[in-house]
């Protein structure tokens, strides 16, 4: 699977954006899909995922009900919604695909195709 993350951007705190990442190579249904950032002298950490049919979600701690994920599989494209931006939201954000499509997986050695990352930088 190929993924190609976009919509990253410069934003004041309080505002919002939207990412999407568009796969391609393989059935993108066959896969549960999740975000990941990484600022700068940190590890990389979850965000969010979406189980194969969009039926089930799992948000860490620090965005739940502010970051909305979902997915459209007739376009092959899994989105972050992120609502009410912080500075600390600011890092590159990953989106992965992994084979476990039923399981809500939040760590990083579950997932086996990463996009390239998209940078978000969130000012005060």
């Known amino acids: 699977v190929q993924l190609q993350a976009s919509g990253g951007g410069l934003v004041q705190a309080g505002n919002s954006l939207r990412l999407s990442c568009a796969a391609s190579?393989?059935?993108?249904?066959?896969?549960?899909m999740g975000w990941f950032r990484q600022a700068p002298g940190k590890e990389r950490e979850f965000v969010a995922v979406?189980?194969?049919?969009?039926?089930?979600?799992y948000y860490a701690d620090s965005v739940k009900g502010r970051f909305t994920i979902s997915r459209d599989n007739a376009k092959n494209t899994v989105y972050l919604q992120m609502n009410s931006l912080k500075p600390e939201d600011t890092a590159v954000y990953y989106c992965?695909?992994?084979?476990?499509?039923?399981?809500?997986?939040?760590?990083?050695?579950?997932?086996?195709?990463w996009g390239q990352g998209t940078q978000v930088t969130v000012s005060s």
């Open positions: 992965a695909a992994s084979p476990q499509a039923l399981r809500l997986s939040t760590r990083v050695s579950s997932y086996d195709y």
């Open positions: 979406i189980t194969w049919s969009g039926g089930r979600t």
């Open positions: 190579g393989r059935t993108f249904s066959n896969y549960g």
